[in-house]
């Protein structure tokens, strides 16, 4: 008699595609209105052989996604985002450990991430992973807000997975 696995996420993840760009364009928009995208970077993006993206979904439906750049020793995460309605699952904590994992593999020794001083969920994610306060950008994004800069030493281990809170994207 063998042990029961483990229950299967909702979701998957899973590397993007030039067919997600104009749905992950839409939920840019709609997740952050005033710093969104232009569909044209999220292509010239994936069109960059320093940049991987991923999406995570659930039922076929693209419920996040994600970016990084990696110039060795240093990646960076260009995006992170989870439709609210899907935040708390686990989701955003999947695509960063995709990011650090691709990060690893390219043989980075540091993420770096930006993320919006009023966005205290979105902070208390990326502690939870190692993630460490660095430097304040004064009125980075364009309503004023300051932007944290955030690194985390990829040379230490990965902290264990712990229960997942709701989260925003980083910007």
């Known amino acids: 008699m063998s042990a029961p696995s483990a229950p299967r996420s909702p979701w998957t993840v899973r590397r993007m595609t030039a067919r997600d760009v104009p749905v992950v364009h839409a939920l840019e928009q709609r ?10 970077m999220f292509q010239a993006e994936l069109a960059q052989p320093v940049c991987w993206y991923w999406v995570a979904e659930q039922d076929e439906r ?3 996604y994600a970016g990084l750049m990696c110039i060795r020793p ?5 995006t992170i985002a989870v439709l609210p309605e899907h935040e708390g699952r686990g989701i955003g904590s999947a695509l960063l450990r995709t990011m650090h994992g691709r990060a690893r593999e390219l043989g980075a020794t540091e993420v770096l991430l930006e ?7 979105a902070q208390q994610l990326y502690r939870r992973f190692g993630y460490e306060h660095i430097h304040t950008r004064p009125r980075y994004y364009r309503d004023g807000t300051d932007a944290l800069i955030m690194r985390l030493d990829l040379t230490a281990p990965e902290p ?6 709701p989260t925003e994207g980083s910007r």
């Open 74 to 78: 240093v990646g960076d995460v260009q």
């Open 62 to 64: 693209v419920v996040g």
């Open 115 to 121: 993320v919006r001083a009023d966005n205290p969920r």
């Open 160 to 165: 264990p997975a712990a229960p997942t809170t």
């Open 31 to 40: 997740l952050f209105p005033a710093d969104a995208w232009p569909l044209e």
